[in-house]
């Protein structure tokens, strides 16, 4: 997590393409083997599905989106003192769902 948010941060990739790679290289691991990994990778993927759903499945298409959420959830999650605690990275991919799906909700509001 920390590597992708410092490289959505930086300005230089797209956080589309960080939230794939991030979201692959946790892809292997079973929900039950690391459930904080698990939850990253689900929070990546649904990052990603700002860009690439289709609108069927609740895909907004905006890449805007998908920076702006991207780049709030690098800034928290680098904000956290205790991060390397597995539970502190629970508790923060559940807080931060609520938060990507009320960014969702408010973007269909506009539209």
């Known amino acids: 997590m920390d590597d992708a948010a410092r490289r959505v ?17 946790l892809a292997y691991l079973e929900e039950d083997e690391s459930p904080a990994s698990w939850s990253a990778y689900v929070l990546w993927m649904e990052i990603a599905d700002f860009v690439d759903a289709p609108a069927e499945l609740g895909g907004p298409a905006s890449e805007e989106l998908c920076d702006a959420v991207a780049s709030e959830l ?9 991060r390397e605690d597995e539970s502190v990275q629970g508790d923060f991919t559940l807080r931060f769902h609520e938060v990507l799906n009320q960014r969702l909700s408010d973007y269909r509001a506009t539209q």
Not at 18 to 24: D, I
Not at 74 to 82: E, P
């Open 9 to 25: 941060l930086s300005g230089t990739e797209r956080p589309y393409a960080v939230a794939h790679e991030a979201a692959a290289a």
């Open 74 to 82: 690098a800034r928290d999650w680098l904000a956290l003192a205790d």
